[in-house]
């Protein structure tokens, strides 16, 4: 259960720096279609929330297919159907939840299919035990509690556990702790319907700004750029205000936004950060005479 619950809140782990690259590969699309769904049914649903059951609907509606890799496509739409029906269930309380998707082949020319969603077992109801913040030292302890937008006895929510996560995340961001980490193990308590969560957290290191540059812009462009941006050398590095700043300047330049990179000293807690308005050349595309494809349909930035 407890890689279960990491699956579900991995996705917060954010990316800490935005790296750049020397060249941007040319993009080649291949032809896809909009996905051939016929019904999207989902059973033994008697506690499913309608609105969530619309949300799957419309989100699978929305993708589209490889023509050529139909059944291998929709099968994993289906999975993917199942993971979000698991996980509706889970804000609810029901951890243990057992779901099954599946693509069924309905109508040949052309071909369409159901994506049938079957939730085999809903399990107990589970709420809240003791939630533990440990190894936690530049924050009080209750601070860092009182982030968790959930309580001792209430419904053990996968969604509001994930909030707590993620302001965590950014609490220790706006203080130059760029490497931290949370990671967090579950206890059920099946006697008594209960859920203790222990959050183990990994400071790492406070950072400090060492250097701040800008490139790619004329000397009065660049001089305005950097007065705006809200990092200074010396300060203890702020994820929130770097982002802020990166954020701040989209309409600069020639390139739709800029490049945001930062470089980290780890040794001795230092990190160079860079705005670059320099547009990324384009990659070398190298073919030989028995494999090339005419490049056609290229997509232009508006389709990026």
């Known amino acids: 259960m407890l890689k279960r619950l990491l699956w579900l809140v991995c996705f917060l782990a954010l990316p800490g720096a935005l790296h750049g690259q020397s060249c941007v590969p040319p993009v080649q699309l291949g032809q896809r279609i909009k996905a051939p769904i016929h019904n999207v049914v989902i059973t033994n649903d008697g506690i499913f929330p309608p609105e969530k059951e619309d949300e799957i609907a419309k989100r699978l509606r929305s993708e589209t297919v490889d023509p050529d890799s139909l059944d291998k496509d929709m099968s994993s739409m289906a999975e993917e159907a199942a993971e979000r029906a698991r996980a509706a269930y889970q804000d609810l309380g029901y951890f243990k939840v057992q ?136 300060d203890v590095y702020s994820s929130e205000a770097w982002e802020r700043s990166f954020t701040k300047f989209h309409d600069l330049a020639h390139n739709p ?27 070398p595309i190298e073919l030989s005479t028995e494999s090339a494809i005419p490049l056609r349909g290229l997509p232009s930035a508006e389709q990026h």
């Open 99 to 234: 779901v099954h998707g599946k693509a069924e082949s309905v109508v040949t020319n052309p071909p369409q299919y159901d994506i049938m969603i079957q939730i085999r077992s809903v399990g107990e109801q589970y709420r809240l035990g003791d939630l533990n913040i440990v190894k936690a030292a530049s924050f009080p302890t209750q601070q860092l509690r009182d982030l968790f937008p959930i309580q001792r006895g209430e419904i053990f929510s996968r969604e509001r556990i994930a909030k707590g996560l993620e302001e965590l995340r950014r609490i220790y961001g706006s203080q130059g702790y760029i490497n931290f980490t949370s990671v967090p193990e579950t206890q059920f308590d099946d006697a008594n319907g209960t859920v203790d969560l222990n959050i183990d957290v990994d400071e790492g290191k406070q950072f400090r700004v060492r250097s701040v540059q800008v490139l790619g812009l004329d000397s009065e462009a660049e001089a305005r750029v950097s007065g705006d941006i809200e990092l200074k050398p010396g």
């Open 257 to 283: 936004e800029p490049n945001a990179d930062k470089r980290l000293d780890e040794k001795d807690g230092w990190v160079d950060v860079v705005l670059d308005f320099r547009k990324p050349p384009t990659c």
